[in-house]
Nanobody
Framework: QVNLVESGGGSVQAGGSLRLSCAAA????????MGWFRQAPGEEREGVAG??????THYAESVEGRLTISKDSAGTIYLEMNNLRPEDSAMYYC????????????????????WGQGTQVTVSL
């Protein structure tokens, strides 16, 4: 059984930083991607950053340069978020898929196999 658990969300002022974590348990694919999606109230969920087993990353254009995805050897992925803007406010979800590259973990939400419960990020002026 695969379990993804996000943490690290919170409330910050515009220009501030947050670091999200997603701990993965039971995810044993040799080739995979993991990524971060977000959904603001009234909006569709969108992919923001993905990473594969080799550390190859892909970002949505709207966040490139401000958000950085990384992973460690234990299977935890991170999303370092800098220079946050009010429009970054959303519920952030971790997702994972076997046998796909990092592009898919941003651009193909429907292909994700596993999802976490989400962690809220709120950015105020």
């Amino acid at each position: 059984q695969v379990n993804l658990v996000e943490s690290g969300g919170g409330s910050v002022q515009a220009g501030g930083s947050l670091r999200l974590s997603c701990a993965a348990a039971g995810f044993t694919y040799d080739h995979y991607c993991m990524g971060w999606f977000r959904q603001a109230p009234g909006e569709e969920r969108e992919g923001v950053a993905g990473i594969d087993e080799d550390g190859i990353t892909h970002y949505a254009e709207s966040v490139e340069g401000r958000l950085t995805i990384s992973k460690d050897s234990a299977g935890t992925i991170y999303l370092e978020m800098n220079n946050l803007r009010p429009e970054d406010s959303a519920m952030y979800y971790c997702a994972a898929a076997g046998a796909l590259g990092s592009w898919y973990c941003v651009e193909r939400e429907e292909m994700m196999d596993y999802w976490g419960q989400g962690t809220q990020v709120t950015v105020s002026l």
